[in-house]
């Protein structure tokens, strides 16, 4: 079992049709057919959405993702309209909202890496292979690819796994030419981003990115590289052999796989809160990751 510890009732505003509540982001469509995207404070790990909140996470994810649509404008094109919040909402939907094209979103999680961690590394150890494509011997948890390779992955349900697939599974169900220019689309951008990240100290090991068509054109959707969907690590202590220290929800896998969790990832009774140090924590990593990337102090 998993799941949310506890499904949050959407807020109801006059004027918006509430649409879903996922992990992190509650969609809702305005009267103009458009969507209206919240990203909350709410954090999931090993496939629960737990029952504490991280201050400011859903701004930080927000901010971010704006800042790198910008940077990626040039490359591929995105779905937001406006930021600006709709008449009636809550005063905390500010800096967390977004106005965004209605898109026929493409069913693939397109992934990206450049070094091998997560779900890649389990298989390479396996296999020698990440979603059947094959990788040379001798590299190890943290290792950097010979280059970035397009893994994509099926998109699952609050509470599944996402599920690896080949890029000719992909091609099956999207058709050949839509998954080329996905995977043109996803290892340009892991590229630009990639570089951006390097002149900032960091290392973007991997990270997923959804498209959906706008007026026939394949268009960069959902967040965009962000501590939720994507790996950085220190470029300074980066140290193949080993997990790396990460800009992310870390702090919160390593408690809730400690004794002082006292919780059974593998049964079926739902994870604990987290402690004010745990939170705190992982707090001020998205706040840094955010803070190194744009240069801009968090406000």
Do not use: M
């Given at each position: 079992m998993s799941g949310f510890v506890e499904k949050p009732e959407?807020?109801?505003?006059?004027g918006l049709t509430h649409l879903?509540?996922?992990?992190?982001?509650?969609?809702?469509?305005?009267a103009d057919g458009n969507l209206v995207m919240v990203a909350s404070d709410r954090l999931s790990a090993y496939d629960w959405v737990l029952p504490t909140e991280i201050p400011d996470k859903g701004r930080v994810l927000t901010q971010l993702s704006l800042w790198w649509f910008d940077q990626l404008s040039d490359l591929v094109p995105h779905h937001v309209l406006s930021t600006e919040v709709p008449e009636g909402a809550p005063a905390d939907w500010a800096g967390r909202t977004?106005?965004?094209?209605s898109l026929a979103m493409v069913p693939v999680e397109c992934v990206a890496r450049?070094?091998?961690?997560?779900s890649g590394l389990a298989e390479y150890r396996e296999s020698r292979t990440v979603c059947g494509l094959a990788l040379p011997e001798g590299l190890t948890?943290?290792?950097?690819?010979?280059a970035p390779i397009f893994t994509p992955a099926t998109k699952a349900a609050v509470g599944d796994h996402d599920e690896n697939v080949s890029y000719e599974e992909t091609a099956r169900q999207v058709g050949a030419e839509t998954a080329a220019q996905l995977r043109q689309l996803t290892l340009?951008?892991?590229?630009?981003?990639?570089?951006?990240a390097r002149e900032r100290g960091l290392i973007l090991a991997d990270t997923k990115f959804?498209?959906?068509?706008?007026?026939?054109?394949?268009?960069l959707a959902d967040e965009v590289l962000t501590p939720d969907s994507s790996r950085f690590w220190p470029a300074d202590q980066w140290q193949p052999g080993r997990p790396q220290p990460s800009f992310d929800k870390q702090f919160v896998r390593d408690w809730l796989t400690s004794p002082a969790a006292a919780w059974d990832r593998t049964g079926e009774a739902p994870p604990p809160a987290l402690p004010q140090e745990i939170v705190d924590r992982t707090r001020a990593k998205y706040l840094e990751a955010y803070e190194r990337l744009t240069g801009r102090p968090w406000a």
């Open positions: 959407p807020v109801q505003v006059p879903h509540t996922g992990k992190v982001r509650d969609l809702y469509q305005n977004l106005i965004c094209h450049g070094y091998l961690a997560g948890d943290g290792s950097e690819l010979p340009a951008v892991y590229g630009r981003a990639r570089d951006v959804e498209f959906g068509f706008h007026q026939e054109r394949l268009t």
